[in-house]
């Protein structure tokens, strides 16, 4: 009954009138930029969004840390449509987690990406917090995956003295295992198998001055994943 009289007199069905928050200038802000966006891409293309409704067509998926400072069209220069994004606390790839599978399988085997980048950034709380003893709650958890980041590399940061850059190389070391742990995905070693066209890479972006560092682990190949890694393909094994 209130729906149809909401539809009699042209009400939204979801009054916000009487939310406090919805009042608060970061909320209006936020529908105020969408509609200066809207105009914006209008001015520039008047065509913009009746192609970007048509389909997606990204050439890159993108996987990075959900801190608000690295937005990966931002930092890429990049416009609506050109990246399929997933992010998470610390840009960590767990080969369990349900949902960082189903957005790199589907990046992978139907949007046909070509290229995988872990972004990572130096200043990250979830690395600086996985370095620390302390604990923040559930978060800990899933921190674990960068403590043993930390204890696979100990050799090499215990020796680091000063905290910052002991911190900025875990971070560094932290991308490069999630490009590792990519990898080794039976998604990434069967498109590999499949086309050659698809490269997975490993950043780090500087928010201090904004730019990316290339920390050169990209692969193309499942050749130096090791020896217990690298899987045969399907058919191999089913005539085994
Ligand atoms: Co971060």
Redesign the pocket.
């Known amino acids: 009954m209130a729906l149809i009289e909401n539809k009699k007199n042209e009400k939204p069905v979801i009054d916000t009138t009487n939310l406090k928050l919805a009042q608060s200038d970061s909320y209006n802000a936020l529908l105020r930029g969408n509609n200066e966006w809207v105009e914006r891409k209008l001015k520039e293309d008047g065509d913009f969004f009746k192609n970007l409704a048509k389909g997606q067509h990204p050439q890159v998926l993108w996987i990075g840390?959900?801190?608000s400072r690295?937005p990966a069209n931002e930092v890429t220069g990049t416009k609506a449509g050109e990246v399929f994004v997933h992010r998470n606390?610390?840009?960590v790839c767990v080969h369990s987690d349900m949902n960082m599978l189903s957005v790199l399988d589907y990046a992978v085997n139907v949007l046909k990406v070509k290229h995988v980048i872990v972004a990572?950034?130096y200043g990250?709380?979830?690395?600086a917090a996985a370095m620390s003893n302390k604990q923040f709650g559930l978060i800990d958890n899933w921190l674990r995956h960068i403590k043993d980041v930390y204890r696979l590399h100990s050799h090499e940061l215990d020796r680091i003295t000063d905290e910052t850059q002991r911190q900025n190389r875990l971070v560094e070391l932290n991308v490069s295992e999630q490009v590792y742990n990519l990898c080794k995905t039976s998604i990434i070693q069967n498109a590999w198998m499949e086309r050659n066209d698809l490269e997975v890479h490993g950043w780090v972006i500087d928010l201090g001055t904004g730019l990316v560092k290339d920390i050169k682990v990209s692969s193309s190949s499942p050749h130096n994943l090791g020896y217990v890694y690298e899987l045969d393909s399907i058919e191999a094994v089913a005539s085994h």
Not at 124 to 127: A, K, Q
């Open positions: 840390c959900s801190d690295v606390i610390a840009n990572g950034h990250c709380g979830g690395v």
